[in-house]
């Protein structure tokens, strides 16, 4: 099953703040989140790990629920370089090795 | 370090004919090798997986296959390719530890006529 990511797509002026959620109906070993400008293969923003540990990017912040198999991930005082679409991947604890991504939320931040 | 090559960048194949796209690995052993399609504006659906040599976990089944000849290689294939296929194709690596991120090739933009 692969997680369920909300909103589909947000637009944001710079400055503003956005969550980005995703949720899953298994348990899971850890969330990862990616984010794919156009035509670009995905680049890693941050892994969170069952336990609260967290790995990835100085500037954007996520969560973890465990207990809900759920992520957040904050983009806070967006800036124009924060454009494109993210995508949260779950590595659930029944399936190693196994790396599924949601649909993805395309984000749009504009002057 | 490691890198990750996929090749070809793009490739316009007709209806029918076969596919085989190449995906290697270097600066690494055993890595966990994943094949990833992307229609037009939709998001990453996981195709295959592999977590060693000759051990293929098939996602969706269609018309195409995964081999795993060498550790740091992943090979996906059709024999008869359909409209359907066609779409931005990605391979990546992680380590086995589920605290360690995925690295992406550049894609493979696949479009079947």
């Known amino acids: 099953q692969q997680p369920v990511q909300s909103p589909q797509a947000v637009i944001l002026r710079e400055g503003e703040d956005a969550v980005i959620n995703c949720s899953s109906s298994?348990?899971?070993?850890?969330v990862h989140w990616y984010r794919q400008k156009h035509g670009e293969a995905p680049v890693f923003l941050m892994i969170?790990?069952?336990?609260?540990e967290q790995k990835g990017h100085e500037k954007i912040s996520a969560s973890f629920n465990e207990k809900k198999q759920q992520s957040s991930l904050y983009l806070t005082a967006s800036q124009l370089s924060y454009s494109g679409t993210y995508f949260c991947?779950?590595?659930?604890?029944?399936?190693?090795?196994?790396?599924?991504f949601g649909a993805g939320t395309q984000v749009v931040v504009t002057p | 370090s490691q890198t990750i090559h996929q090749w070809p960048a793009t490739l316009v194949q007709p209806v029918g004919s076969p596919l085989s796209l190449e995906c290697t690995v270097e600066?690494?052993?055993?890595?966990?090798l994943y094949w990833y399609r992307q229609a037009a504006g939709r998001g990453l659906q996981l195709l295959f997986y592999?977590?060693?040599?000759?051990?293929i976990s098939s996602e969706v089944p269609q018309n195409l296959s995964a081999s795993r000849p060498q550790d740091r290689q992943f090979i996906l294939s059709s024999k008869k390719l359909l409209l359907s296929d066609s779409g931005f194709y990605l391979c990546?690596?992680?380590?086995?530890?589920?605290?360690?991120?995925?690295?992406f090739g550049q894609g493979t933009r696949l479009t079947v006529v």
């Open positions: 991947g779950t590595e659930p604890t029944d399936s190693w090795g196994k790396l599924q």
């Open positions: 969170l790990l069952k336990g609260g």
């Open positions: 600066g690494t052993s055993n890595p966990n």
């Open positions: 298994k348990a899971l070993y850890s």
């Open positions: 592999s977590v060693g040599i000759g051990q």
């Open positions: 990546a690596w992680k380590y086995g530890e589920s605290d360690t991120e995925a690295f």
